[in-house]
């Protein structure tokens, strides 16, 4: 509990500050948006067709979107050293991160749910009957990348060429995250739907092990 | 709280460096550096830019890792040299150090806990503000009091703002301020727990007359209450006032300590000119 106080402080924090400048929310949508409307130009999106490329190509645009959206989250904290300012207070290092984690989550989720409709109209999917079970694919895979995603913003703000070393770090590590997001979401449009628990647990075992990790070592990602 | 109860309590947290070194790269910074600040001390740090003045106050702040030797610090109350420090390889369970007891306790960099416990005590003005601009003062330093865990968060805010002179403009957004207002506003900030170590790198950059006066007096209010205050300064007014101490920084290396040529005053003028002449 001493952990959920300062995270719940700090996530208020991360929220208010976005939704007051809709920085990240609103290039991120307009990002996956236009990746979306590419791909779909890139062949006849007949529902065949859509079943087989359009999980993949809705997870790659999360993926490109999400390495966008993560960057600022550490790079903003550094224009007043406001980081430091946190790892002055007497709170656990750990719960910086955790709220950022969060924070991520929130957005990328929001920015996911606004997509969904979109995503399926161009492709040419029917969402409706696996909404619940595509949330939950959803749920998984976004956690994935804004955990990942958050550990690998903090140790590339320190670096000199982190817009480039944040993709370079993060795509090859999300590899398994969005082989399973994208075959476990693929199911839920085959006919009929299916949702694979070997995909499920796949997602499940990246989210648990890469938790453990950053709350054991995360507090070193903010020194110095 | 015990934030509150330690802001009202009497007495400073003393800070020694045994033997500290801190390089980055191939460069020190800070070499070897052995030195004790006691309980109460007013110590300025001077010398030229480079000196190590700030990673002096970054060490004692805990924010950075030490390639060789410590910080302790020292409660104003404990005898005997009893302390806790920050060596990066000891470490005792304390939760949370109460400001008069005299015991032995030792904190670790790499214990959040441990370090949290002495983190309390100590309020940091640095080179940088170390406020979200995207936040209203009000906000800033409500957000901070809350992760301080002070009682009634929103008025502790609004009383610090008003000695800042910024109640008036306590809704607005920080990116709208003058940097003469941000410098008060994070001098509120690193004020409001009520520190009994309290750093200050440079603090009088970008303050008008007004607002030097005002961190003068702050400041000689605070060394009254028995709060140690090191700062680091080019001689300039604000230090001149209440100062007992000053040292002399020169490559990451003290060359000059007026505890042991007795000239605080002295010093800080040298320093001064010294400024103005480079």
Redesign the interface.
Known sequence: MALAR?IG??LA?EL??EF??RELLISTLVFVLIVLVLFSFTFDPTTVESRRFGPGLLWLALLFAGSLMLHPSFTREQ????L???????????SILAAKILANFCFLLVAELVLLPVFAALYNLRIVPVLGRLVAVLVLGTLALSIVGTVFAAISSQARMRELLLPLLLLPLLTPALVASAEATAGLFNDPPTLAAVWVGVLAAFDTIFLTVTWLFG?YLL?? | MQ?DSASNSPGGLGVEFVQFAKRYGARFALRNVSLSIAPGECVALVGPNGSGKTTLL?AA?????PTAGRVQFSNANSAGGQSFSSDMHRSQGLGALAPEASQHVAVSM?N??DS??V??Y?G?V??????????TAE?NLV??A????LDSPDERALAALEPAGLAARSKDLVRNFSRGMRQRLAIA?ALLAGPKLLLLDEPSTGLDRAGQQWLGATLADLAAAGCTVLMSTHGAGEASAFVTRAIRLLAGSIAEDSAVSGDARGMLAAALAAHQEA
């Open positions: 300062p402080i700090l924090k208010r500050t007051r400048t224009s007043n050293d406001t430091v300012a946190l790892r002055m207070a007497p709170i656990e290092p750990v507090e020194e110095e | 934030a970054k702040a805990l924010l950075i890792r790499t959040g806990t949290a416990a983190k309390r100590i940091l640095s080179h940088s503000t170390l406020l979200y601009d995207d936040l906000e957000l901070f809350r992760l301080y865990g900030r």
